[in-house]
C-alpha cells in the first residue's frame, strides 16, 4: 500500500500514543479556520487522547518512513477522529486511512465533519459518504456541523 511514501497502515500501540496526539493537535491548528478552534488547551488534549480515547478506542496509524503521519479512530461504525500531519495532507494519508476503515467496517461508516470544513466534505463524498443530518452546533464546539454516512 505504498503511496507516495506511506508505507503502512496499522494499528496504534502504546509507543504511538504521544506521536498520534502530536498529530492530531498540528493537523487542528493547520485547519483553523476552516474549523474552529480547540476549546481544551494542548495538555487537556493530549490527556484526554492518550488516557482515554487510545486504550479504549480503535485507533490505526499511517506511518511515511516508519514515522506516524496520520492517525484514525473507530468507535463501532464511527470514525471519530481523521487526522494527518500537515506536512503530509493530498498526499494519499487520508485516502490511506480510509480505505481501512472500510475494510474494518465494511457495512456502514458514519463521521461529523464541521459545515465550516469544506476541505473535509469534499473529501469524504470521494469516498462515496453523503449527508444524512447535521446539527445547528450541538458540539462543544457550538459549530454547525454535518453527519456523513458511507453504506456499501
Do not use: C
Not at 4 to 13: I, K, L, P, T, Y
Amino acid at each position: 500500500m505504498a503511496v507516495d511514501g506511506v508505507s503502512r497502515v496499522r494499528r496504534a500501540e502504546e509507543a504511538d500514543y504521544r506521536t498520534a496526539t502530536e498529530v492530531l493537535l498540528r493537523s487542528r491548528y493547520a485547519s483553523v479556520p476552516a474549523i474552529p478552534s480547540l476549546v481544551h488547551s494542548d495538555e487537556e488534549v493530549k490527556a484526554h487522547f492518550v488516557g482515554t480515547v487510545m486504550p479504549f478506542a480503535e485507533v490505526w496509524v499511517a506511518e511515511v518512513d516508519e514515522a506516524v503521519s496520520g492517525v484514525l479512530v473507530l468507535n463501532g461504525n464511527w470514525i471519530e477522529q481523521l487526522y494527518v500531519d500537515p506536512d503530509w495532507t493530498n498526499q494519499g494519508l487520508g485516502t490511506a486511512l480510509m480505505e481501512r476503515a472500510k475494510v474494518e467496517r465494511p457495512e456502514a461508516l458514519d463521521l461529523w465533519t464541521f459545515e465550516s470544513n469544506r476541505g473535509a466534505q469534499r473529501f469524504y463524498e470521494r469516498h462515496g459518504f453523503r449527508a444524512v443530518g447535521g446539527t445547528n452546533g450541538d458540539n462543544e464546539e457550538g459549530e454547525a456541523d454535518i453527519h456523513y454516512r458511507w453504506v456499501k
